[in-house]
């Protein structure tokens, strides 16, 4: 197994990980910016009469629409420290339990973008994407290498999610009859 230990330990720049960590946390702030402007975090989760929930997850339920709105807020905060590099780790976990929450309200919320989201921002809480393109406090930012395996921990995350969503696109539905594209493009 040392033949895995030189290429996963090795040691490489971090800034492709801190602006991975940037994009990221601006891409989060923009979709709560959205999410308050279009009313879909209202519309989807607070409003419905019932929520359809995730099966041994029912006991999640949407909390009341000042919670809810807390919620939101903590969600688009955590989106700004995580960009801005200023303790990502915990502004990442902070993300990962709101969005997750957010997302587990309703399964008629998920898809596989969703859920990346909310992977990544679980894998932000464990790798040193600080250490390049952010304000960390300037005693622990010496450092600019990072492993190379958490560059390819966030490789391989994202191919898994858009591998095997494509994989359940490969239906009758979507191959043949073009649905639900051929609606969504008509209208």
Known sequence: MSFLNKPLFKNVDSFSLGL???VFGAFMLIEMIFYLKSGFFKDSVMVPYYNFPYDYLEFISPM???AMGFVHFLMGLSAILIMIG?????ASLLFFICFTYFLLCCRGLFNNHFYLFSLLSLLFVFLDAD???SIRPK???KEKVIPMWQLNILRFQVVVVYFFGGVAKLTHDWLVLKEPMRETLKS
Do not use: E, L, Q, T
């Not at 200023?86 to 915990?90: A, F, H, M, Q, V």
């Open 20 to 22: 991975f960590r940037f």
């Open 64 to 66: 009341g629409d000042s």
């Open 86 to 90: 200023y303790y990502s780790r915990w």
């Open 131 to 133: 250490r390049s393109f």
């Open 139 to 141: 005693n622990k930012a």
